[in-house]
């Protein structure tokens, strides 16, 4: 990172102590210079004498991975390098597809527009923040992609989007493209806003349970009849007629007609067996399906609802009694609605929680006895499913993205640590060079200090005095009895 100073300090001091925390943030956890943004990938790139572990296709090993402009070209033993590539050498390390986060709320500005319950409209891709320095820590910790969604404040909220984690790019560069677009619903506590009250403002609709449901089937009521209405003007434009008027569009509609014509996924948070059931009966009665529960943490109670309503989870490993509705969280949730048919994954819902998420999937091999594989799929191939990207990522196959993260250990161990990250065959975090960095970043952190500790002492400048303008003669004392036309005079009539 390179900060300039070339403002005046002196007209700008306070713009200098309220960026300087962030700044002096992102220093301590970045790479510097021209760390921060990776240079372009060699075109081919061989990772070798390493453990590959496919989540698809078993593992191998004294494996390699050949990459070549960005996507795996080639797995398996024995593969020479070819003329010009970049070697990794990985031995005694171990290779995974790059972990997934399905419910993220990293590299965002904002989180929720609570002043509504139905607030469909808004979209996070509106508000992506690249500089988050959440981004190079879930790096750290082995992430490639994840879900932005928007907050749980809303019975209806805004527009998700699925990212790639390319720290150092610009905010159009850090969405996966050809990603399926989703929107975040919530249910219980959160949109009825048990926990939460304006002082002097009456609360806002829904306060219930049940309000929250009818928020969301009148929402969908509407937006099937707008549907309708678009359906038949384009019949109309079809059959030839001239000189129609097109309906007049909705921005907080079209994305649930969207939902309704299986064009985005709806993934909700939600707690209680209940308000799960509530929820699947609404999609049942408007023909759409929720692509995910959030947290589910009562999920293991209607396992056989979710599996036979084709509905995926995406769980906490082991969060629990945080508020009354993860009263009856248990560790096991995972594991056993993985056992009755339901595809899982583990997510974080926290920036923290996401630099360890191999750990948190590995607690389900404690919790409920997953195999090794069947836990590496939950932060894997499973979170790719349930965001319409595993015929990218989640797997390391030829052909998919070269998204893949070099751990020291075996990913599912308490001392697994990340060497290097990367993503479309770019490294985008190396361990060895952070390290390495960590000097000339103190260096620099110290500089900064210094300059505000310098600019804070230095004594107010004595402004110079403003010249005064040049008196102008003084006009003719008036005599004790001035003429009318004096008087007039005085008095600005003229």
């Given amino acids: 990172m390179r900060i300039s100073f070339s403002m005046n300090a002196r007209r700008a001091p306070t713009a200098f ?4 925390p962030r700044f002096l943030s992102a220093l301590c956890l970045a790479p510097s210079g021209e760390a921060a943004t990776p240079p372009d990938a060699a075109p081919v790139i061989l990772i070798q004498n390493t453990t590959v572990m496919t989540v698809s296709h078993g593992t191998i090993e004294h494996g390699s991975i050949l990459i070549k402009d960005g996507k795996i070209a080639e797995v ?16 005694g390390q171990f290779v995974i597809p790059g972990i997934i986060d399905c419910h993220s709320h990293i590299a965002a500005e904002a989180i929720n527009e609570g002043s509504v319950s139905v607030s469909s409209m808004v979209n996070m891709e509106e508000v992506l923040d690249p500089e988050d320095i959440d981004i190079y820590r879930d790096l750290a910790g082995g992430v490639t992609s994840a879900n932005i969604l928007h907050g749980s404040a809303n019975s209806i909220g805004g527009q998700t989007l699925v990212i790639k ?11 996966f493209e050809g990603a399926v677009p989703g929107i975040k619903f919530a249910l219980g506590e959160n949109p009825k806003r048990s926990n939460f009250s304006i002082p002097g403002q009456p609360r806002r609709y829904p306060a219930t349970r049940m309000g929250v449901a009818e928020t969301i089937r009148g929402a969908f009521s509407e937006a099937r009849d707008y549907k309708k209405t678009w359906d038949d003007y384009h019949k109309r434009v079809a059959a030839g007629e001239k000189n129609l ?5 909705d921005l907080k509609l079209e994305p649930l007609v969207e939902v309704l014509e299986g064009k985005r996924y709806v993934h909700s948070h939600c707690y209680r067996e209940d308000e799960i059931l509530m929820l699947l009966l609404v999609a049942k009665e408007f023909g759409f399906t929720v692509r995910t529960l959030q947290h589910v943490l009562e999920g293991y109670k209607v396992a056989d609802e979710l599996a036979a309503a084709g509905v995926g989870a995406s769980t906490f490993s082991d969060w629990w009694a945080y508020k009354v509705e993860a009263y009856d969280a248990i560790p096991y949730n995972a594991a056993l609605m ?5 595809l899982v994954s583990i997510n974080s819902d926290d920036a923290e929680e ?3 998420l191999n750990q948190e999937a590995a607690k389900s091999m404690k919790y409920g006895g997953l195999t090794h594989d069947e836990a590496l799929k939950l932060v894997t191939l499973n979170p790719a499913i349930q965001l319409g990207i595993d015929n ?17 250990h075996d990913p599912l161990s308490a001392y697994a640590v990340v060497q ?7 490294v985008y975090f190396d361990r060895d060079k952070d390290l390495a960095s960590r000097a000339e970043i103190e260096k620099e952190k110290k500089t900064l200090t210094d300059k505000l500790k310098k600019e804070e002492k230095k004594p107010e400048e004595k402004k110079p005095e403003e010249k005064k303008p040049e008196q102008s003669p003084k006009p003719p004392a008036l005599s004790a009895a001035p003429t009318a036309q004096a008087r007039a005079v005085q008095g600005g009539a003229l």
């Fill in 165 to 175: 984690l390319r720290w150092g790019q610009p905010a159009a560069k850090l969405p």
């Fill in 392 to 408: 990218r990522v989640g797997t390391i196959d030829v052909g998919k993205d070269a998204d893949l993260a070099i751990y020291n």
């Fill in 420 to 426: 290097k990250t990367l993503i479309d065959g770019r």
């Fill in 338 to 342: 993985t056992r009755r048919g339901v």
């Fill in 17 to 20: 102590v309220l960026l300087l």
């Fill in 354 to 356: 996401a630099t360890h």
């Fill in 76 to 91: 398996g033993q024995s593969i020479k390098a070819p003329t010009g590539a970049q070697v990794i050498e990985a031995s």
């Fill in 245 to 249: 008027i097109p309906p007049r569009r």
